[in-house]
C-alpha cells in the first residue's frame, strides 16, 4: 500500500512552518545585535515557500521551501560614540527586525503548525477506523 497523500501534503506543510518558526527565532534573536558596519550587521531572514503539485495531480500540492532570503531593508544606524563598536564617526548599526510583526509570523506560523498536527492526527484515525471494519 502507498502513502496516503494526506500525510506527505500534511508533513510537508509541518516542515515548512517548522522553518518559518526557526527563522523568526534567529531575527528575534538578533534583533538587539549591533555592528559597527552596515555590511556587518545582521540581516533578518525569511523563508519563501512554493506549491508543489504531489503526482502530477494539480488538485494536491505540497509545500516545500524554495529559500531563505535575507532583507534589504537598510540598517538602523544609530549616534553611539562612547560606544566600543561605534565606527570612527560615532555610529553603531542595528539589524531592522520588528519584533511585534516577528511575533505576529510567530503566532501565525505556531497555529499553522498545529492546525496540520490536527489533520495528521484526523487522518491518522480515519485510517485505523477503516482498518477495523473487516474485523
Not at 20 to 40: G, H, K, Q, Y
Not at 43 to 59: H, I, S, T
Amino acid at each position: 500500500m502507498s502513502q496516503l497523500p494526506i500525510f506527505e501534503v500534511a508533513g510537508s506543510a509541518l516542515h515548512a512552518q517548522s522553518v518559518r518558526i526557526n527563522t523568526v527565532a534567529s531575527n528575534l534573536a538578533n534583533a538587539d545585535s549591533i555592528a559597527s558596519s552596515p555590511e556587518a550587521v545582521y540581516r533578518p531572514v525569511e523563508p519563501v515557500f512554493q506549491a508543489r503539485a504531489l503526482n502530477g495531480d494539480p488538485a494536491l500540492n505540497t509545500v516545500e521551501i524554495g529559500g531563505v532570503i535575507h532583507s534589504e531593508a537598510a540598517p538602523i544606524k544609530r549616534y553611539q560614540p562612547g560606544h566600543p563598536m561605534a565606527d570612527a564617526e560615532g555610529y553603531v548599526y542595528a539589524p531592522d527586525v520588528d519584533p511585534v510583526a516577528q511575533m505576529v509570523n510567530l503566532i501565525s506560523a505556531s497555529r499553522g503548525y498545529q492546525a496540520n498536527v490536527e489533520v495528521l492526527n484526523t487522518a491518522k484515525e480515519l485510517a485505523l477506523a477503516t482498518l477495523s471494519m473487516g474485523r
